[in-house]
């Protein structure tokens, strides 16, 4: 990717090293709670989600490796796989999709939600839903991007009938 906005418009942080292609949006991973069913403080903190009170009523989303190993480096590799054995224990929800969790949280259907998108969290709340969000370190913002092949073989000539019926 060779733009002269990357520079102005993108961290550093965010660019791959090889260039090959740029990131279009960041994702940011954040703890999302039913304002109904939650009161704030009582979730700030990792080991406290493991507690008996939470039992199934806690929520992951299924794909976010990159949170999950970030929480465990962070904490210790012993102390952070111990914390997700307990919340298994515990009976987490896990399911799959950022905004389909979203949704399970406004719904109430799962108070307490770890690892959704911010953006998917602040839709919901744009709706009135009774729904906020919250950072616990490490923060972890997730890449995406699009990407234009640059060897893409020629396409296949149009076989469409240009006579009319």
Same mark, same amino acid.
């Given at each position: 990717? /060779? =733009?002269?906005?990357? *520079?102005?418009?993108?961290?550093?942080?965010?660019?791959?090293? &090889?260039?090959?292609?740029? %990131?279009?949006?960041?994702?940011?991973?954040?703890?999302?709670?039913?304002?109904?069913?939650?009161? %704030? $403080?009582?979730? @700030?903190?990792? !080991?406290?989600?493991? @507690?008996?009170?939470? +039992?199934?009523?806690?929520?992951?989303?299924?794909?976010?490796?990159?949170?999950?190993?970030?929480?465990? *480096? #962070?904490?210790?590799?012993?102390?952070?796989?111990?914390?997700? $054995?307990?919340? !298994?224990? /515990? !009976?987490?929800?896990? $399911?799959? !999709?950022? /905004? &389909?969790?979203?949704?399970?949280?406004?719904?109430? *259907?799962? %108070?307490?939600?770890?690892?959704?998108?911010?953006?998917?969290?602040? $839709?919901? +709340?744009? +709706?009135?839903?009774?729904?906020?969000?919250?950072?616990?370190?490490?923060?972890?913002?997730?890449? #995406?991007?699009?990407?234009?092949? @640059? @060897?893409?073989?020629?396409?296949?000539?149009?076989?469409? =009938?240009?006579?009319?019926?």
């Amino acid at each position: 990717m /060779n =733009s002269p906005f990357i *520079e102005q418009e993108l961290l550093p942080e965010v660019m791959p090293a &090889h260039g090959e292609w740029a %990131p279009d949006r960041l994702n940011l991973l954040v703890y999302a709670y039913n304002t109904h069913l939650v009161k %704030p $403080r009582t979730c @700030r903190g990792p !080991g406290r989600t493991a @507690r008996p009170k939470w +039992k199934r009523r806690i929520g992951m989303e299924s794909t976010n490796v990159e949170w999950f190993a970030a929480l465990v *480096e #962070s904490m210790g590799e012993k102390s952070g796989l111990d914390l997700f $054995r307990r919340l !298994g224990d /515990n !009976g987490v929800a896990v $399911r799959t !999709g950022h /905004n &389909h969790s979203a949704v399970l949280v406004a719904a109430g *259907e799962i %108070p307490l939600m770890l690892g959704i998108y911010s953006h998917d969290a602040e $839709r919901m +709340k744009a +709706k009135a839903a009774p729904v906020s969000w919250f950072v616990l370190p490490p923060a972890v913002v997730l890449a #995406s991007a699009v990407a234009v092949s @640059r @060897r893409a073989p020629t396409p296949a000539p149009r076989r469409f =009938s240009t006579t009319t019926c």
